[in-house]
């Protein structure tokens, strides 16, 4: 029997009910097609009664005359010729001998009967008509004279066997019918249900990053109707996402120029104040301030990139990234960034390739080693290893952070531990990137063969 999925699948709810109703019409239909069948066969056996009755009576009289000595009951010989039909399966048993029958006087004595037939009378009356015992249906006819009547009877062993075994005929076709139908049930419900199946790929596939229509081929009206109300559906959440994320980038844009321009006069002020000056550590402290805002700024118009969708490589296929790694690298270096130093392999990352544009790999890489850079001992350095071309681990040292507060730190705006001075925005931006190109990223801590620190995870995607 073929493999149905989950018994809560719209596929095996229909199979069940189907096969359940074709299953009970077809066992009501046989039963009523036996009943018939059962009375049609009692009839014609009956009929069969009759008819030997009558027409063995008028021979039997005939043979009875010639052979009857005035004394003795007389009786049948057995047939010298049991001729064996080839078309009975090996059955060579002569029909006629389930017969027994008896000629009978008027006032009851037997004066002729079958070889087969017992010596004493039959239980029927001797009168016209059908008699049934717990043995015998017995049928009695009267010969044109009036005066003798034939009586033949039939075992009710014999009737039942052949009543059973035509009906059985009947429902075998039928059993083995069963399976095929049900056979042929799953087949066509798993057909018909390949447009429900298309569709349910179509939704699944659609995420934040993709919020295009589904096609909508030739399909039932129900289905189409569905289609049409997930594609409005997707049409207004792409809108509420593209107001949110505009309004995210126009934002962050907006604030790049003033903020600028306050870390300059503060920067300059800071300059103008000489040491010792009590105004001095207040312009450092809103200059720390203003370049935290700074970054934050950034980290959101990359999150309002990531999160627009795409990310590919522009020709669809694999783009060598080490270079655009060694850049990033020797940016954050020159940036200043307190925190240990970068260690890498240069032969190892000169293999990297993957199918994702190269400011969105630069974009996960820089904030990756960024946190590593700023969350990891300062006395450890950041380990970058490339593995297998496509695979790129991050991993620093120091504190190492609870198993279950891991994926959070995917979330917006969420930090591993206070004291930091980051945005909580940077695994995030990275897990956008990360679904936009069918990438993974995964966490640890402590680091694999370790007992401290972190290590991000990053498998990119190759076509």
């Not at 014999?158 to 005929?169: D, G, K, M, P, W």
């Not at 300059?268 to 550590?281: A, D, Q, T, Y």
């Not at 504190?399 to 959070?408: K, R, T």
């Not at 990438?439 to 402590?446: A, F, V």
């Amino acid at each position: 029997m073929m493999k149905i999925k989950q018994q809560n699948s719209l596929q095996f709810i229909l199979t069940k009910r189907l096969t359940i109703i074709v299953a009970l019409c077809w066992i009501a239909g046989s039963v009523l097609a036996a009943y018939s069948m059962y009375h049609e066969l009692e009839e014609a056996a009956d009929t069969g009664l009759v008819e030997t009755a009558r027409r063995g009576s008028t021979l039997m009289r005939f043979y009875f005359d010639a052979h009857w000595d005035g004394s003795s009951m007389v009786v049948m010989p057995t047939p010298a010729d049991q001729v064996a039909s080839t078309d009975n399966d090996g059955d060579e048993e002569n029909v006629a001998d389930y017969l027994l029958y008896q000629l009978r006087a008027a006032n009851g004595d037997v004066l002729l009967r079958s070889h087969n037939a017992m010596a004493a009378p039959f239980a029927a009356p001797v009168a016209v008509g059908f008699y049934q015992d717990d043995d015998f249906r017995i049928y009695t006819a009267r010969s044109g004279d009036g005066q003798l009547y034939m009586q033949v009877a039939e075992p009710l062993e014999h009737r039942h066997e052949a009543i059973l075994e035509s009906v059985a005929a009947q429902f075998l076709p039928i059993a083995l019918l069963i399976p095929t139908v049900i056979i042929g049930i799953i087949l066509g419900v798993r057909q018909g249900l390949v447009p429900v199946q298309r569709v349910r790929d179509e939704i699944e596939a659609r995420g934040e990053g993709n919020l295009t229509p589904i096609e909508q081929e030739e399909a039932p009206e129900e289905i189409t109707t569905i289609v049409s109300a997930v594609n409005s559906l997707m049409g207004k959440l792409e809108a509420a996402l593209n107001v949110e994320r505009s309004f995210t980038a126009n934002s962050a844009h907006e604030l790049r120029t003033p903020i600028a321009a306050a870390l300059a006069q503060t920067q300059r002020l800071v300059l103008e104040l000489p040491e010792g000056h009590e105004s001095r550590k207040r312009a450092l402290q809103t200059e720390a301030s203003l370049k935290r805002l700074s970054r934050l700024a950034e980290k959101l118009l990359q999150l309002a990139r990531a999160e627009a969708g795409g990310g590919f490589s522009p020709t669809g296929h694999d783009q060598k990234l080490g270079s655009t790694l060694l850049l990033v690298i020797d940016d954050l270096m020159r940036a200043g960034i307190d925190g240990g130093d970068i260690v890498y392999d240069s032969d190892a990352v000169a293999t990297l390739e993957a199918n994702i544009d190269h400011d969105a790999f630069a974009i996960c890489l820089r904030n990756l080693i960024e946190n590593a850079l700023r969350h990891g001992a300062k006395d450890q350095p950041v380990e970058i290893t490339v593995t297998d071309r496509h695979i790129i681990r991050v991993a620093n040292g120091g504190p190492a952070i609870a198993a279950g507060n891991l994926d959070d730190l995917k979330t917006r705006f969420k930090r591993s531990h206070n004291s930091g001075d980051g945005a909580g925005l940077g695994l995030a931006i990275v897990d956008a990137i990360v679904r936009n190109t069918r990438s993974e990223l995964n966490l640890y801590s402590p680091r694999p063969g370790k007992t401290d620190g972190f290590m991000a995870e990053l498998i990119l995607h190759q076509s």
